[in-house]
């Protein structure tokens, strides 16, 4: 039923594109723009992904594995920019820097917003890992690095794997920030279709090259994550794996560390503090507390109803190898791979043509965040799940526990960490998102996302602030949650 869901919108937009006949469709695409939307949008992703997963796998090694001073600070910077959305992100960077646009633009922006997706999981995973797999390579001769390489990286490689996908997913369904910058890839095009030249048929033919991209990165996390199973059956060490001694390059460390730590939050709370002092602080109550009331109740209620939607295809996949498990994790990939504006309007055309009563409605805009979202959560409590034995589950059911006492008492309670970094990564993407929110949200609903768009789009900059502002301090809690469900302590 999950996976049917997700899939509505992209028959609505399949048959959008051949309304016309496939030869037609065909010459939509074969054309120079569409070409260049093509190089923009692979440059960013490429760029981007290489980006993040140097600065996030770096990061995390350093923090985890090695005696860099402070190493509780950098945890708890190097999550926070979660809390800042991306187009808040090139809102601040674009307002302090004249002319920052362009591909450069984007590429600094996306990666600076992005990469905590790769830093969470991979140094979840180098703290809480046994650390005998890299003392007995190490006692068979091999340095650090090499140990580091071929030991380390291997035992990270399905968090890795799975934060560059969901960067790369992001990427293709970015909106606001490359807006702002204007860097045009896909899925700009998409919505200036819609909006401008109100042709839906030319936007979901763009949408479908949109679901060609996605299918193509989720082939190659496929193929790159393999058939390797990465549960242990043994207990293993408890205790933390040894820190590295950095000796002459603790400085430079440190520098690197300062650097990305001021570039991801320093300049984003820099520039939105300078602008809120220049807001009319009078104002600021009347106009946050209806948009902050909306963004709390879609944002909890979407989450909730996202994450037990995600449980059935994430049990499956994290305890079936089969063609069809991994084909309806597949599917809810595909339909979070389009942008907002595309999930949208397919759920207006269905609303319209066979629901009309939820044509407009919360139900609608919440159907619509769940589609988009399922990959934040199904990334976690995929892991959470496949890191639980099954062997523990035998055991109990054994003893007489039957399967829903045997999930209550022994499975829920291990998974659960790893479920509620789920949940709240879908409440800070629920909390600002913008483009569906725009078109499905009820007459009079207002976000954050939506109110502070509207002050940007007119280049108030001094109004937009507080929207801003509410933002980070209403996604800052959930990245303690997920610091928290990340770097749990060993257990002696």
């Known amino acids: 039923m999950v996976a049917l869901l997700c899939l509505m919108p992209l028959v609505v937009v399949l048959v959008k594109a051949l309304e016309s006949g496939a030869g037609e469709a065909f010459s939509l695409v074969w054309r120079p723009r569409v070409g260049e939307l093509m190089r923009n949008t692979l440059s960013l992703v490429a760029l981007t992904g290489g980006l993040s997963t140097v600065l996030g796998v770096g990061a995390a090694w350093l923090v985890e594995r090695t005696a860099v001073p402070w190493a509780g600070l950098w945890r708890v910077a190097f999550v926070a920019p979660l809390a800042v959305p991306a187009f808040v992100n090139s809102f601040a960077w674009s307002s302090l820097v004249?002319?920052?646009?362009?591909?450069?633009?984007?590429?600094?922006?996306?990666?600076?917003?992005?990469?905590?997706?790769?830093?969470?999981?991979?140094?979840?995973?180098?703290?809480?890992?046994?650390?005998g797999l890299e003392e007995a390579s190490r006692a068979l001769g091999h340095g650090p690095w090499r140990t580091f390489a071929r030991v380390g990286l291997a035992q990270v490689r399905p968090a890795l794997l799975g934060g560059v996908l969901l960067v790369s997913l992001h990427l293709?369904?970015?909106?606001?920030?490359?807006?702002?910058?204007?860097?045009?890839?896909?899925?700009?095009?998409?919505?200036?279709?819609?909006?401008?030249?109100?042709?839906?048929?030319?936007?979901s033919v763009l949408a479908m090259v949109l679901i060609g991209l996605a299918t193509l990165l989720?082939?190659?996390?496929?193929?790159?994550?393999?058939?390797?199973r990465y549960v242990a059956v043994g207990s293993g060490a408890s205790r933390r794996p040894p820190r590295a001694p950095l000796g002459r390059a603790t400085l430079p460390a440190l520098l690197g560390l300062v650097a990305l730590a001021v570039l991801a939050l320093g300049v984003p709370l820099w520039s939105i503090g300078t602008w809120l002092g220049r807001a009319d602080q009078a104002l600021e109550p009347v106009a946050l507390g209806p948009a902050?009331?909306?963004?709390?109740?879609?944002?909890?209620?979407?989450?909730?109803?996202?994450?037990?939607?995600?449980?059935?295809?994430a049990w499956l996949v994290a305890r079936s190898r089969s063609r069809v498990a991994l084909l309806l994790e597949r599917v809810t990939y595909l339909a979070a791979s389009l942008p907002g504006v595309v999930v949208a309007l397919a759920l207006i055309t269905l609303t319209i043509g066979f629901v009309r009563p939820l044509y407009q409605t919360t139900a609608a805009l919440v159907v619509a965040y769940v589609v988009l979202f399922i990959p934040r959560a199904m990334v976690s409590t995929r892991a959470a799940i496949a890191a639980v034995r099954p062997e523990l589950a035998d055991a109990?059911?054994?003893?007489?526990?039957?399967?829903?006492?045997?999930?209550?008492?022994?499975?829920?309670?291990?998974?659960?960490?790893?479920?509620?970094?789920?949940?709240?990564?879908?409440?800070?993407?629920?909390?600002?998102?913008?483009?569906?929110?725009?078109?499905?949200?009820?007459?009079?609903?207002?976000?954050?996302?939506?109110?502070?768009?509207?002050?940007?789009?007119?280049?108030?900059?001094?109004?937009?602030?507080?929207?801003?502002?509410?933002?980070?301090?209403?996604?800052?809690?959930l990245t303690w949650?997920?610091?928290?469900?990340?770097?749990?302590?060993?257990r002696p």
Request: proline letters at 6%; glycine letters at 8%.
């Open 218 to 228: 989720l082939t190659l996390e496929v193929l790159a994550r393999g058939r390797t």
């Open 396 to 477: 109990a059911r054994a003893l007489g526990d039957g399967p829903l006492r045997t999930f209550v008492r022994v499975q829920a309670p291990l998974m659960l960490r790893g479920t509620l970094a789920g949940t709240a990564l879908v409440f800070i993407a629920v909390t600002t998102e913008l483009t569906a929110t725009l078109l499905l949200a009820p007459t009079g609903t207002r976000t954050l996302a939506t109110a502070f768009w509207d002050a940007s789009a007119s280049l108030d900059y001094a109004a937009a602030a507080p929207f801003a502002a509410a933002l980070v301090l209403l996604s800052a809690p």
């Open 98 to 131: 004249p002319g920052f646009e362009g591909l450069a633009g984007a590429v600094i922006v996306t990666t600076l917003s992005y990469f905590p997706f790769v830093f969470l999981p991979v140094a979840a995973l180098l703290r809480s890992t046994d650390p």
């Open 172 to 203: 293709l369904a970015e909106y606001g920030a490359l807006e702002m910058l204007r860097f045009p890839t896909f899925t700009t095009a998409i919505l200036d279709q819609f909006e401008v030249a109100f042709d839906s048929r030319s936007g």
């Open 292 to 313: 902050l009331r909306s963004t709390l109740a879609l944002g909890v209620g979407a989450a909730l109803l996202t994450t037990a939607a995600t449980l059935p295809a």
């Open 481 to 490: 949650l997920l610091l928290r469900s990340g770097h749990e302590e060993p």
